[in-house]
């Protein structure tokens, strides 16, 4: 997450504890302070707190888990990363509602894996990450598509 919003949060949690205790004692400004920074911490981590894991079970199927959705290696048919450049595009035009889609406004690459499940009418997943070259090589190693 930009360390500008935690600064944008508290400036707001300012402003608002500002306004709260005008012309009112100390009390009206720390108690809407208190409460108001720990909103404000709360909704900043539960932003971010995001974790996406690869794990693999003992017949040796990689599984990767995002929140409380699970996605099988052997039903991906194809992987590549979106670029800065395709974001637009892919959470735009191009976007399907019936995809999976984990996304931050902070993190401008994505993987998309595009699936291949006859049990699921999913096509793809796209997901946000930081790296999402490892996120792919440790999933699906070797499936990669370059972009050209």
């Known amino acids: 997450m930009p360390w500008y919003f935690w600064v944008l949060a508290a400036a707001v949690v300012a402003i608002t504890t500002f306004t709260v205790g005008l012309n ?3 009390w009206w400004h ?3 302070a208190v409460l108001l920074g720990a909103i ?3 909704v900043l981590l539960s932003w971010s707190s995001t974790v996406i894991r690869v794990e693999r079970d003992g017949d040796g199927t990689r599984w990767l888990m995002v929140k409380d959705a699970q996605l099988p290696h052997d ?4 992987s590549i990363v ?3 450049t395709a974001r637009r595009s892919a959470l735009g035009p191009q976007y399907d509602p019936a995809s999976f889609l984990v ?3 902070w993190l401008p690459e994505h993987a998309m894996m595009v699936l291949d ?3 699921d009418p999913t096509p793809y997943w796209l997901l946000a990450s930081k790296s999402p070259e490892e996120l792919l090589d440790a999933f699906v190693p070797g499936q990669r598509q370059e972009n050209s």
Not at 75 to 78: E, F, H, L, S, T
């Open 117 to 119: 499940d006859p049990e």
């Open 40 to 42: 404000a911490v709360w």
């Open 75 to 78: 039903v991906v048919v194809r």
């Open 24 to 26: 009112r004692n100390l």
């Open 30 to 32: 720390v108690i809407p």
């Open 82 to 84: 979106v670029p800065k």
């Open 103 to 105: 996304t931050h406004a």
